[in-house]
């Protein structure tokens, strides 16, 4: 399944932004049985899932993010939302999002830089 992530951007640190993720055709009629996460990959970093949510909205986040970011979905809008606040130039990334456990299949992500 590929997502494409999109609301990416140049912030200042301390900003804020909201990523969206609209799921593609191919799988809006299951789209409420998926658990979705945001993931983001560095340069020379390894991929991190940095924020999860199930289809009746249970949350999980990790350490470096949590209490900062927030994720959200739209089952009807078959949407999935990424707040980040308090943004830090540690979390310049690109971020994608994907199903949990992520398919093979990935998106474009969206950059995220986040200036000091």
């Known amino acids: 399944v590929q997502l494409q992530a999109s ?3 140049l912030v200042q640190a301390g900003g804020s932004l909201r990523l969206s993720c609209r799921a593609p055709r191919t799988i809006t009629s299951v789209f409420n049985s998926y658990r979705m996460a945001w993931y983001r990959q560095a340069p020379g970093k390894e991929l991190e899932s940095v924020a999860s949510i199930t289809f009746d909205g249970r949350t999980n986040f ?4 949590k209490g900062r970011f927030t994720i959200s979905r739209d089952n009807a809008k ?5 707040q980040m606040n308090s ?3 540690e979390d310049t990334s690109v971020y994608y999002c994907n199903t949990d456990p ?3 299949k ?7 830089t986040v200036s000091s």
């Open 102 to 104: 992520p398919s093979n």
């Open 106 to 112: 990935w998106g474009q992500g969206t950059q995220v």
């Open 78 to 82: 078959k949407t999935v939302y990424l």
């Open 87 to 89: 943004l830090q130039s």
């Open 7 to 9: 609301g990416g951007g």
């Open 62 to 65: 990790s350490d470096s993010v």
